[in-house]
């Protein structure tokens, strides 16, 4: 499947969609093996095991996320997306963030994700430390 424009907006809006349903395999289909995930302010997680692991960390520490979209622009192979995410804990407080997310793909996947955000506001709304 060529990495057209429109082939790599839709992969990237599906895995940014597929949050809402909390299936792991599901998040995790659209990356290749050797991708790599760049929570930017943090050390880059390469490979899809060490993807699926904080992808699950994520998974186990929010009982609700939504990834929304507020811009999107795509190129064959390249999708930014600027967003708002939003994130409920467990014990119910709430986490709103925005981000912009670049995307590399290839052959149908994606190659790398690398997000772009501001580290402390997230540390501070979720509790969590990346």
């Known amino acids: 499947m060529p990495d057209t424009k429109e082939a790599s907006e839709k992969l990237v809006r599906d895995f940014l969609g597929s949050w809402e349903g909390r299936s792991l395999?599901?998040?995790?289909?659209?990356?290749?093996?050797?991708?790599i995930y760049h929570n930017v302010p943090v050390r880059p997680i390469e490979g899809i095991a060490g993807i699926r692991a904080i992808f699950q960390g994520f998974l186990d520490a929010f009982a609700f996320?939504?990834?929304d979209i507020v811009?999107?622009?795509a190129e064959p192979g390249l999708v930014l997306a600027e967003r708002v995410d939003y994130f409920t804990m467990h014990d119910?407080?709430?986490v709103v963030?925005?981000?912009?997310?670049?995307?590399?793909?290839?052959?149908?996947k994606i190659t790398r994700f690398s997000d772009y955000f501001d580290l402390a506001d997230?540390?501070?709304?979720?509790?969590?430390?990346l």
Not at 122 to 129: N, P
């Open 97 to 108: 963030l925005p981000v912009t997310g670049v995307f590399e793909v290839e052959n149908g």
């Open 25 to 35: 395999d599901t998040i995790c289909a659209a990356f290749a093996d050797d991708a």
């Open 122 to 129: 997230f540390e501070q709304q979720s509790g969590l430390k």
């Open 71 to 73: 811009k999107l622009a």
């Open 92 to 94: 119910g407080r709430k």
């Open 65 to 67: 996320a939504k990834l």
